[in-house]
């Protein structure tokens, strides 16, 4: 079975951009999170997405959005980039057989590493 | 006060030794522990899952979850070169809901040959 797949790995962009991030969950997973990997933070929660809505939220400004799609794809975007945000971006997939529960088995993509100029 | 203190290491162990690392936590209400293994430039990749308190054993890896000190372990035995890399604990609770994982800042481990 294919694991969780991230596009693009690498990301250039400059300050005031924004991003678009693209994550393809394990074949019948239907959750998606994301998080922020960073040598200063580690690693740190952005957001879960379960049936195309955003189920659980960390603690990031409202310039992180995400969204996912009825194939369990998602995508995350930043808005006006700022230095802070230069950091390996994971998304994760579950299995998830309900909406809400305990966390299952969270499998990671290998990651999409933005460096912000 | 971070929810989950680890050692950042860098630990530095020769070959076939037993190899120990360790989490604390303060948020009482964590129920599910895990083990990530993540070498340089890859994603995280699970190692070991367990729930509550108590031992767990795949192969060479150990985990122990010991919730009334709030430390978790990992344990790996006849450590190889190849197991050189950062481990992270991570840990979530059980309010339904919340599926988003608490991480340690990881611990660098280097196997010399």
């Known amino acids: 079975k294919a694991g969780v797949t991230q596009t693009p790995r690498y990301l250039i962009k400059t300050r005031g951009q924004q991003v678009t991030l693209s994550c393809s969950p394990i074949?019948?997973?239907?959750?998606v999170s994301w998080y922020q990997q960073t040598p200063g933070q580690g690693l740190q929660f952005l957001f879960e997405?379960?049936?195309?809505?955003?189920?659980n939220k960390g603690n990031f400004p409202g310039r992180f959005s995400g969204r996912q799609f009825s194939n369990s794809r998602s995508e995350m975007n930043v808005s006006t980039l700022e230095l802070g945000d230069s950091a390996l971006y994971l998304c994760?997939?579950?299995?998830?057989?309900?909406?809400?529960?305990?966390?299952?088995?969270?499998?990671f993509g290998p990651g999409t590493r933005l460096t912000v100029l | 006060q971070k929810e989950v203190e680890q050692d950042p290491g860098p630990l530095s162990v020769p070959e076939g030794a037993i190899v120990s690392l360790n989490c604390t936590y303060s948020n009482s209400a964590f129920q599910y522990f895990m083990w990530y293994r993540q070498y340089s430039r890859k994603g995280p990749e699970l190692l070991m899952y367990?729930?509550?308190?108590g031992n767990k054993e795949d192969g060479r890896f150990t985990a122990q979850v010991d919730k009334s000190s709030k430390y978790i372990s990992l344990f790996i035995r006849d450590s190889q070169p190849s197991d050189s890399a950062t481990y992270l604990c991570?840990?979530?609770?059980?309010?339904?809901?919340?599926?988003?994982?608490?991480f340690g800042s990881g611990t660098r481990l280097q196997v010399q040959p």
């Open positions: 074949s019948g997973h239907r959750s």
């Open positions: 997405y379960f049936s195309e809505t955003q189920r």
């Open positions: 367990t729930y509550s308190s």
């Open positions: 994760a997939s579950s299995l998830a057989p309900r909406a809400s529960g305990p966390t299952d088995t969270q499998y």
């Open positions: 991570a840990m979530s609770a059980r309010d339904t809901g919340r599926r988003a994982l608490t």
